[in-house]
């Protein structure tokens, strides 16, 4: 059996003699519909799978260009090709069809070769077309799914690099996360789109890669660190910043600044660069307030974790001297969400 003869060809003429011959020709090769007029075609044409129309242009009520409009319209047929028919010498006709969508037309009347050999060009073609949109589908969902590969890739690695100097500071997964996703609510707030604020979710969650470069000695000290000590640990901005750098991906080059700016202060008062106000990135302004935060809610070897509500009192408190007065408004208003977060986290 050809892989022809399944396909489904719809005979439209209001001449029953036309299509007796039209039915005397294809049978033997197709699957066969018939209509003797426009609202009978297009009827025939919702409840039946079509490969291909033959349509016949002049006939009462609705003629052959409504009904090929009718049919282009519908998300469900308009992928059907027309051949229309037309009497021999009728050059309008012909044009105003392929006009309208007709990928061809036959002439009355008929020549029975010529019939099938442009039936089988059409439905051939079809076929194809199926074949290759069935193909880029198939790669289009190849495509998806590495995309969704690499990116969770990325996301593990990002998540284990951060543990890695997170463990080292007497932190854990919980603050990674927790930061991350306050940086992500509070991204959202301040006007980043969803996309940048997913992006913000994993740079966040390197800030302080660079402690992997800080020795225990000084990292884990539980008293006071000395003026040196204290110069070495401002240095973990910088040695994230340098472990970063250089990366082609945007994701990469955000936590690169992440990195290098977290520690900044809005009055200029932070380091490593004394950056002021607007100069520090916003994503890093973002990131210095949910850091922040979280130590403060957080057990350390030399302090118990503060109340929810002191910690927010302190954010405040600090507003135009450490951090960014526009995200300490977003950010207590965020509360109840943030609130969520901590216990989500929590543990
Ligand atoms: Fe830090």
């Not at 018939?34 to 129309?53: F, Q, T, W």
């Not at 000084?218 to 204290?230: M, S, V, Y």
């Amino acid at each position: 059996m050809s892989i022809l003869s399944n396909r489904r060809i719809l005979l439209v003429d209001d001449t029953k003699a036309n299509i007796d011959i039209l039915v005397q020709t294809l049978k033997q090769d197709y699957k066969l519909g018939v209509a003797l007029n426009g609202p009978k075609a297009i009827e025939y044409s919702k409840s039946n799978r079509l490969d291909l129309i033959l349509l016949d242009i002049l006939m009462p009520d609705m003629d052959g260009f409504e009904v090929c409009q009718r049919i282009k319209e519908n998300p469900l047929t308009q992928s059907v090709p027309v051949i229309f028919i037309t009497a021999i010498d009728d050059p309008q006709h012909k044009r105003k069809g392929l006009e309208i969508g007709a990928v061809d037309y036959i002439t009355k009347p008929f020549d029975i070769s010529e019939v099938r050999a442009r039936v089988k060009t059409h439905l051939s073609l079809r076929i194809t077309q199926e074949e290759l949109s069935n193909r880029n589908l198939i790669l289009e969902e190849k495509i998806r799914e590495r995309t969704r590969e690499l990116k969770e890739t990325q996301v593990e690695i990002i998540k284990r690099l951060s543990l890695a100097s997170k463990y080292r500071d007497n932190g854990t997964g919980q603050n990674v996360a927790r930061i991350s996703r306050m940086a992500q609510i509070l991204g959202l707030a301040a006007g980043l789109n969803p996309e940048e604020a997913e992006t913000l979710a994993l740079s966040s969650m390197l800030h302080d890669a660079g402690k992997i470069g800080i020795a225990d000695a000084i990292l884990l000290k539980k008293g006071r660190l000395t003026a040196d000590e204290w110069r070495v640990m401002k240095g973990h901005t910088t040695i994230g910043s340098k472990l970063l750098s250089g990366s082609r991906s945007r994701l990469i080059q955000d936590a690169e600044t992440i990195a290098l700016t977290h520690h900044e202060k809005w009055d200029g008062s932070g380091y490593n660069q004394g950056l002021k106000g607007e100069e520090i990135p916003l994503i890093s302004r973002i990131v210095g307030i949910c850091d922040v935060f979280d130590a403060l809610i957080s057990d350390r070897p030399y302090k118990q974790a503060w109340p929810v509500h002191l910690a927010f009192q302190e954010i405040e408190r600090k507003s135009g001297t450490d951090f960014d007065p526009r995200l300490v408004k977003l950010f207590v208003a965020l509360e109840p969400e943030l609130i969520k977060i901590i216990k989500e986290t929590a543990g």
